[in-house]
């Protein structure tokens, strides 16, 4: 177990000034091309693809009736031994697919019991919990997601301030020189990792803050630090061990990767990371000539794959879907070549790959490992139908 603005109210929209990608990525020409900022006027939108817009309509469907009539607590909660995480994602992706279930008496539910979990410091998370800043991260898209007639806005400003105060920085004692500095755990105290630095830059961002935050270039540093790429803000002796671009899991407390160590000692790369931090880059204003984005774009190039999570294989599956799916989004890439030059319209390959996936019920489960809650099939669901989301 270990998304854009929507809400009204003063804060802004994802990207204050967003970044026009490119909608075909080689490898011959990624060197010599840089990002392009859009001009401050309104840019018209795309035409929607209609025909894949009734198919993701019609895979959605099915997944969100799974989890209203069999996912779905008495207390209104999803998993709710998970805190407020999994509700939080499932409302999250029924909300991006139907904005209008906001008058849902199940939706209605969900948020009570999200509402039920914020707390004093401005967290929204279980009581007890080790997952502060990840249940706190994932109930920020939640809100935003229902945050009609400014309902969330105080709730929304307090967890701000919370998910701030637990990046590792010299509230810690730490200087920029440390491998921490910057990242974000689990919760407080806690060892700090890219997925949970990816989910804290995400939700500030969502809430508002911009790219030149100090805070997000505080992150961008820890984030630097768990690519592999020798020269370019990862200052760790694992830095030149691997060099292929890709990011590993922290480089905090020595470092590690879920996808194991190197015989010479490195920190392997694997996919789902690497799109967590391709991600956050762009999030903190990296463009396309930046050394440390074209290195992650040739890993993903050289690593593409919906079959597994490259280097994890079956592992985290979903997260990885997700993840893929917002990066690649969140970047505006509609086609990417391959390291064979084989181009991918990725949205398309993946939502064929979820219809595919997906079980008679209209939920979809990691069937083949069951490693971080991925035999749960609300949360596998709201990853899946968050894909979707970001597949439009």
């Excluded at 080689?26 to 001009?39: K, Q």
């Excluded at 799974?66 to 995480?85: D, I, M, V, W």
């Excluded at 974000?184 to 105290?189: E, F, I, L, P, Q």
Aim: glycine share 8%; with cysteine.
């Amino acid at each position: 177990m270990c998304q854009s603005c929507s809400h009204s109210g003063s804060r802004g929209n994802l990207f204050t000034r967003p970044i026009l990608w490119l909608s075909l990525v080689t490898a011959a020409t990624l060197a010599s091309l840089a990002m392009e900022t859009r001009a401050d006027e309104a840019q018209p939108p795309a035409p929607p693809n209609a025909a894949r817009e009734a198919r993701i309509r019609d895979i959605a469907e099915r997944g969100i009736d799974y989890l209203k009539s069999q996912g779905q607590a008495a207390n209104g909660a999803f998993s709710p031994e998970s805190g407020a995480a999994v509700t939080s994602l499932c409302v999250s992706a029924i909300l991006r697919h139907r904005p209008e279930a906001i008058n849902d008496p199940a939706i209605k539910q969900a948020l009570a019991f999200i509402e039920s979990n914020i707390r004093g410091d401005g967290g929204i998370y279980a009581e007890g919990s080790l997952y502060k800043n990840y249940e706190t991260c994932v109930a920020v898209d939640a809100l935003i997601q229902a945050n009609q007639n400014q309902t969330y806005d105080s709730a929304l400003e307090r967890a701000r301030l919370f998910i701030r105060g637990l990046q590792w920085d010299e509230s810690e004692g730490l200087t920029s020189k440390d491998a921490a500095y910057g990242g974000a755990g689990y919760g407080t105290h806690q060892r700090p990792d890219l997925s949970n630095t990816s989910f804290m830059v995400e939700a500030l961002r969502q809430l508002g803050d911009r790219a030149d935050d100090e805070a997000i270039q505080k992150a961008l540093m820890f984030i630097s630090r768990t690519q592999n790429l020798a020269g370019h803000g990862n200052d760790t002796e694992h830095a030149a061990k691997v060099g292929d671009g890709g990011f590993y899991y922290t480089p905090a407390a020595g470092g590690s990767s879920q996808a194991g160590p190197t015989a010479e000692g490195g920190l392997r790369s694997y996919a789902s990371m690497t799109y967590a931090g391709f991600k956050s880059m762009i999030f903190a204003g990296l463009t396309a000539d930046d050394p440390r984005v074209a290195a992650a774009l040739d890993f993903i190039r050289k690593n593409y794959s919906l079959e597994t999570n490259p280097g994890m294989g079956d592992a985290g599956l979903y997260y990885y879907y997700h993840t893929f799916a917002k990066a690649l989004d969140a970047a505006e890439i509609d086609i990417l070549d391959d390291a064979e030059g084989k181009p991918h319209v990725w949205r398309d390959e993946l939502i064929d790959t979820l219809a595919a996936q997906q079980l008679p019920d209209g939920s979809w489960v990691n069937k083949k490992n069951e490693r971080w809650m991925e035999g749960n099939r609300n949360l596998v669901t709201a990853y899946a139908l968050l894909a979707l989301a970001h597949s439009r």
